[in-house]
């Protein structure tokens, strides 16, 4: 595996690869990497010669308030995962690499943005698809993979790259989440065992409305009541809304296509956010009813 800091080192490491021929999968990720992110980096040595990783936890997608001083990180274990799993290539750039001094042209995501934690942080998804933008500039990937569980941000990355026409194919990969149910997520190293318990409520409340539309439920106000029902052990719910899956448009009557139920809440100071894919169709849902492109 080559760790590589900056992107000179990085076109160096990928040309070669792609020399001999190989196809370029890419995983960006903001590190203290977990099952999920293996996943992600499974899927991608499944389906590509050569895989990519990204570990940069970047500046311009945390607000003012967020944890971005504080975000988790242990760069020795994600190493010797990424080794494990025989990543090809480990960029970990800088900051200051990514953002030298007079860095001044941002992607302006539209409307895809703008519900669900658009409302709650704002200019988030401008620092995501900016960052996201760059880092398929410098790795040139043919596929790059993202995962369901931020389901608004592979949907701002779908539109980026067809409104933009960035020569690169998206596959979306399911939510992988512990025994209990409870998604994984770096941040879930903040919760406290009690705070753990409680945020538990969250994926229960989206099963409980998945077993609902099993059964034949397709109203969605009912549909939403039996996730909020769940929803006692969350702090501050800031949403739990019904979408279409794709556009991210409220679903106010039936549900008649995919559809998504979106869930961000904090459990004590750590905001978490998860949701859950209703398909009428069911082999429609996953990794290919987001609509990976490939
Ligand atoms: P992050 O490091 O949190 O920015 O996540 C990097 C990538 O891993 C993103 O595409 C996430 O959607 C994905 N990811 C995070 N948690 C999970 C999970 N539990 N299952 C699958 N993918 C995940």
Redesign the pocket.
């Known amino acids: 595996m080559r760790v590589v800091h900056n992107v000179a080192e990085l076109r160096i490491a990928v040309k070669a690869l792609r020399e001999e021929g190989l196809r370029i999968g890419f995983?960006?990720?903001?590190?203290f990497l977990?099952e999920?992110?293996a996943?992600?980096i499974r899927q991608c040595k499944s389906r590509c010669g050569a895989t990519v990783v990204s570990i940069f936890v970047n500046p311009t997608q945390f607000g003012p308030a967020e944890d971005l001083s504080s975000y988790p990180s242990d760069l020795e274990a994600d190493q010797s995962l990424c080794l494990k799993l025989d990543v090809n290539v480990l960029f970990l750039p800088t900051a200051a690499e990514m953002y030298p001094s007079n860095f001044q042209t941002f992607i302006e995501p539209g409307q895809v943005a703008e519900p669900l934690c658009g409302k709650f942080r704002p200019g988030h998804f401008r620092g995501v698809a900016t960052v996201v933008a760059k880092l398929f500039n410098m790795v040139q990937p043919d596929l790059a993979?993202?995962?369901?569980?931020?389901l608004q941000?592979t949907a701002v990355i779908k539109r980026m790259v067809k409104d933009l026409n960035l020569p690169v194919d998206i596959a979306v990969?399911?939510?992988?989440?512990e025994h209990d149910g409870l998604?994984?997520?770096?941040r879930n190293v903040y919760l406290s065992p009690d705070e753990r318990k409680r945020a538990l409520s969250i994926s229960l409340g989206l099963f409980a409305a998945e077993t609902a539309f099993k059964a034949g439920e397709r109203n969605a106000s009912d549909l939403l009541a039996r996730a909020n029902e769940c929803l006692w052990g969350v702090d501050q719910l800031q949403y739990c809304e019904l979408v279409d899956a794709q556009s991210l448009e409220p679903l106010v009557h039936q549900v008649d296509r995919t559809a998504a139920i979106c869930v961000a809440a904090f459990v004590g100071s750590t905001r978490l956010i998860d949701n859950i894919i209703l398909s009428p169709n069911a082999e429609a849902s996953g990794l290919l009813g987001l609509g990976a492109s490939t």
């Open positions: 995983v960006p990720t903001m590190g977990h999920g992110h996943s992600l993979f993202f995962g369901q569980k931020d941000q990969v399911p939510t992988l989440r998604a994984l997520s770096s």
